[in-house]
């Protein structure tokens, strides 16, 4: 994989940095979910000479941005800051995985810091329902929780767990995207220091395969019902991945998608309904999402399963096919406004192995995509759906069989 | 019909964060149109902006400012339901609106060569809604559903409570969706009243930036139904007393317990100046960071990095037509919650005494990052322009940089002076 990357912008006053290394929550190993994004956490909290407060101090002090997140995929740290100080903060964004603290205390902090999170969490029933989806299109295995992890599971990781595991991390592999207009030896100095990051990134444990139960229901004393559909689809570099983004837009971006016009406009059952498709190295999911109030959850689950089968059963019109194609290209214009966004997608591409004009590809691709190949892809990728629902104890039977009918 | 020409323009004094100078010109009823013409921007933004926000909702009609922005997208003869978003999307556009306290604003990002559908239609829909019966009924279904989801957020439902407690009576202390009864209650020709009201020309503005003509951007809104707009303002509105519309800050101290709340929340509301006095709020804005932007913050370095209080506390400044709020909301377990409260008031105490030079010099870099940052896209900067030219408070986009290097540490202890928990409005909240 390359390891360095520029998009030179000589007007921009601004610098944005990505540097991305593939340990995602998806190498959280079994009993430890939540780790990566815990080390994630804990590298903001002291590198080199620095300890946390020191660290914090100068970072804020020059009114910079900087984060470090595990996505599902990759753990990524964002730095944003004035171009006159990228000269103080790059050496940064790299001494925190060169040299980082791993302070006990601050492990012990950060760690009942995202306990707390957790907690917090729980009170939004999307949230609780999408985490039953998780274990329904994975397991409890990779990708099967959000990278914020498992209460049960952080409490026992160890602070010197993390500090074993933070040693090694600037021997892997890693890409830096930088946006603006950083200095030649600022750029040569970033280059020589993460030249010597040579090592393959290990493999994580394995998916588990799609467990066969496909419905899951939490218990809420809630107004509504939340509702998920979830397909386990396939990996972002797949060719079929580009027929899955265009079902995904026709159903679920924009006020004229179908979901959106059939669900909320002609039958006004729901106010948020969505599709997403969630682009992953491996196995990406494909999820429909509406909450609606409990009266009205078995028509909208009739709803739901009416467009799944619209979709297996017959192609969508050459009209619908050009709107997707339209709101594909509108989407790829209004992401690259900002040097973050520029920076994102493109440290996304490059760290998921595909060309940098990956996206001008897709766009020349669609242009020759037919009805017949999508509902094809969609027999082929969408055949097993999984259903989560978040509500009340007396709405959830009543689904369960729906759903058990409509499945069987 | 008469159509309004454009009687006035004028270029604003000079260009800020990489951006050329905006440009404004006023149509003959008052309504002001500003643009920014930036070649080499891959989309246009054009957003219209009227004051018609819940704040002017009267007895009775609370959630109609917000529900008459979901019916204006049920289009009208000329564009029926769904037909605006076809049209929009099929060329890569998107639209969308929101409403606020004081305003409501509809907003539409498209490539250039979809410019003048863009202008022709954004308009039309916005302005010439037909608000037809059964599409009101079957519309406000999915409004009771956005409320139904709010009220399953607790956390949403304790920021409305110490809303409610702080503002009492006035609109600010209502829900901007409305309390339901009164939404069962609507019915189109309420709405079409309200409509009348408020979309008129003097309450309007609009901002286009992105890649256009000048030219063509003029001629297209001054000949649809923004240059028809009414140029009279609603005596009635205009007889209102401005004391009737000021807020009366009721602080005090209050305790609320809900279902399915995880964590306890400390909730603290202070009234702060008009938005008409940003340079006021700098100040506010300065302090509220100082106290609680980053972990070098007071607040933060304190109560959740070595005390290890809370999970979160910020400290937030909502400028507002008819006085602003800052809320303050600190997240913590309940057995923690007066620990919280006691240290709070003593940190709240200190900050009283000044901060110390780096502290501010801190705060500032952060604040004027933060606004240079979030004002590096054209539809940031469209979004910025609309509601400045509504509030008739356009000025370059780098004059909040200038006041924030105005505010030093004796400015900055005045201010910090009057802020405690003794003028606040305070809401406790715990798991039931």
Redesign the interface.
């Known amino acids: 994989m390359k390891q360095f990357e520029l998009l030179h912008q000589p007007?921009?006053?601004?610098l944005v940095a990505r540097l991305v290394l593939a340990i995602g929550s998806r190498v959280d190993p079994p009993g430890q979910r939540g780790r990566q994004q815990l080390l994630a956490g804990v590298l903001t909290r002291g590198c080199g000479e620095l300890n946390?407060?020191d660290f914090?101090?100068k970072?804020?002090?020059?009114?910079?941005?900087l984060r470090c997140d595990a996505g599902d995929d990759f753990l990524v740290l964002a730095l944003?800051?004035?171009n006159d100080d990228a000269i103080f903060l790059l050496p940064l964004l790299l001494d925190m995985l060169e040299s980082p603290s791993c302070d006990k205390d601050q492990v012990n902090?950060e760690r009942?810091?995202n306990i707390?999170?957790i907690?917090?969490m729980?009170?939004?029933?999307f949230y609780l329902c999408h985490e039953k989806l998780r274990l329904l299109l994975f397991s409890d295995g990779p990708y099967g929780h959000d990278p914020i992890g498992i209460k049960n599971d952080l409490e026992k990781i160890e602070p010197k767990l993390l500090l074993q595991i933070s040693k090694q991390l600037s021997a892997r592999s890693a890409l830096l995207v930088l946006a603006g207009n950083p200095s030649l030896s600022l750029q040569e100095q970033c280059i020589n220091r993460i030249s010597g990051w040579t090592s393959e990134i290990e493999a994580g444990p394995p998916l588990i395969p799609e467990p066969l139960n496909n419905f899951a229901a939490v218990r809420?004393?809630?107004?509504?019902v939340v509702m998920m559909i979830g397909f386990r689809t396939v990996e972002i570099q797949n060719p079929d991945a580009l027929l899955l983004r265009i079902l995904q837009v026709h159903l679920g971006v924009?006020?004229?998608c179908r979901l959106f016009?059939v669900i909320?406009?002609e039958l006004?059952?729901?106010?948020?309904i969505g599709a997403e498709l969630i682009t992953r190295s491996s196995d990406s999911p494909m999820i429909w999402h509406l909450?609606?109030?409990i009266d009205r959850a078995p028509e909208a689950l009739s709803a739901f399963l009416g467009e799944w089968r619209r979709l297996l059963e017959q192609p969508i019109s050459a009209a619908e096919l050009?709107?997707a194609v339209?709101?594909i290209?509108?989407?790829e214009?209004?992401s690259?406004?900002?040097?973050?966004q520029r920076a994102d997608r493109l440290a996304a591409l490059l760290s998921y192995g595909l060309p940098k004009n990956h996206s001008e590809i897709c766009l020349k691709k669609l242009q020759h995509v037919s009805p017949a190949e999508l509902q094809q892809a969609a027999q082929r990728l969408l055949q097993k759906p999984n259903l989560s629902v978040c509500g009340p104890a007396s709405a959830l039977n009543d689904l369960k069989h729906q759903w058990q009918v409509a499945m069987s | 019909m008469m159509v309004a020409s454009v009687i006035c323009s004028l270029t604003l004094p000079n260009s800020a964060l990489g951006f050329p100078a905006p440009q404004q010109h006023l149509l003959g009823n008052g309504c002001p149109i500003t643009y920014l013409p930036v070649a080499d921007a891959s989309v246009v933004c054009i957003e219209f902006w009227c004051q018609a926000g819940s704040a002017m909702e009267q007895n009775t009609e609370s959630g109609i400012a917000h529900f008459l922005e979901h019916m204006v997208f049920k289009g009208n003869e000329n564009l029926p339901p769904g037909a605006f978003d076809l049209q929009i999307e099929s060329m890569g556009g998107s639209s969308n609106a929101a409403t606020g306290f004081d305003e409501v604003q509809y907003h539409l990002v498209i490539p250039p060569e979809g410019l003048a559908l863009a202008c022709d239609l954004l308009p039309q829909l916005v302005l010439q809604p037909s608000l037809e019966r059964e599409s009101f009924q079957m519309e406000r279904l999915v409004v009771l559903e956005e409320l139904s989801q709010s009220e399953d957020q607790p956390e949403e439902v304790a920021f409305q409570r110490l809303l409610h407690l702080a503002c009492g009576n006035h609109p600010y202390g209502r829900p901007i969706i409305g309390l339901r009864s009164d939404l069962l209650n609507h019915g189109p020709a309420d709405m079409q009243r309200f409509q009348n009201r408020h979309y008129k020309a003097a309450n309007c503005a609009v901002a286009v930036g992105g890649c256009f003509a000048s030219d063509e951007l003029l001629k297209i809104l001054a000949a649809g139904p923004i240059g028809e707009l009414d140029a009279e303002q609603d005596p009635a509105l205009i007889d209102l007393n401005p004391n009737d519309l000021h807020m009366h800050w009721q602080p005090g101290e209050h305790h609320l317990s809900l279902p399915r709340l995880e964590s306890a929340r400390l909730l603290v509301a202070w009234a702060a100046p008009f938005a008409a006095d940003p340079e006021a709020l700098m100040g506010i804005d300065l302090w509220a960071a100082a106290l609680a932007e980053g972990r070098s913050s007071r607040l933060v370095k304190v109560l959740r990095e070595k005390l290890q209080l809370v999970e979160s506390i910020d400290v937030e400044v909502h400028p507002l037509e008819r006085g602003s709020l800052v809320i303050l909301e600190a997240v913590t377990n309940p057995e923690s919650l007066p620990k919280v409260r006691q240290e709070l008031e003593k940190l709240l105490s200190q900050a009283q005494q000044g901060f110390e030079f780096q502290e501010i010099e801190r705060a500032k870099r952060l604040l004027g990052n933060g606004y240079t940052f979030s004002h590096e896209a054209i539809s940031q900067v469209t979004h910025h322009l609309g509601q400045a030219s509504l509030q008739k408070r356009l000025l370059p986009l780098d004059a909040p940089l200038q006041w924030i290097k105005q505010w030093d540490q004796d400015r900055l202890h005045s201010l910090a002076k009057n802020w405690d928990l003794s003028k606040a409005c305070i809401l406790e909240v715990l798991p039931e």
């Open positions: 007007e921009s006053p601004i946390a407060e914090a101090n970072v804020e002090s020059f009114g910079a941005s944003k800051c004035n902090l009942d810091l707390q999170t907690q917090r729980r009170e939004d029933p809420c004393r809630t107004e509504q924009g006020m004229s016009h909320r406009e006004g059952l729901a106010y948020d909450s609606c109030g050009n709107l339209a709101k290209k509108g989407q214009a209004l690259c406004e900002t040097l973050s």
